[in-house]
């Protein structure tokens, strides 16, 4: 008998949230080491913090529609609402970044938000490849 759709989805979750555990404690470990490191370090740190964040946010709104939606036709319908929001969402962020000609007041919060949307999309890239092979 073979798992389901949902089973399979729902166990790369689990796999997806103990990696973020484990780079996100591994972050955390490094601090002191980075904070008194030279800027370049403490920017990288910022983004993968944001990175992590965009795929733990991912992981917790798949759970939920997995929660909310067990028959797999109803979870793939609001499930793929969802992506289609973050891909849609990504493009349009990594344009405005991509036609960003001076660093503006507001470049620190976009280059944030466009690594936490990197990392939502890994998540949902991930996951659009088990539904795809299903």
Known sequence: MSESL???????????????????SELNQSKSLVINGPDD?????????????????TVDAVY?????????????????????????DYTNTSK??????NP??????LISYLYTLKGQKLIIDSINTLVASK
């Open 96 to 101: 405005t970044f991509a036609q960003m000609d």
């Open 6 to 24: 949902i089973d399979i989805i729902r166990t790369q979750l689990y796999d997806h949230h103990d990696e973020v555990k484990a780079s996100l």
């Open 104 to 109: 503006e007041d507001d470049f620190a919060t």
């Open 64 to 88: 939920s529609i997995l929660d909310a939606y067990q028959d797999e036709t109803d979870f793939l319908k609001h499930y793929e609402e969802y992506a289609q929001g973050i891909a849609e």
């Open 41 to 57: 370090q403490l920017i990288d740190r910022g983004l993968n913090i944001s990175f992590y964040r965009g795929q733990k946010q």
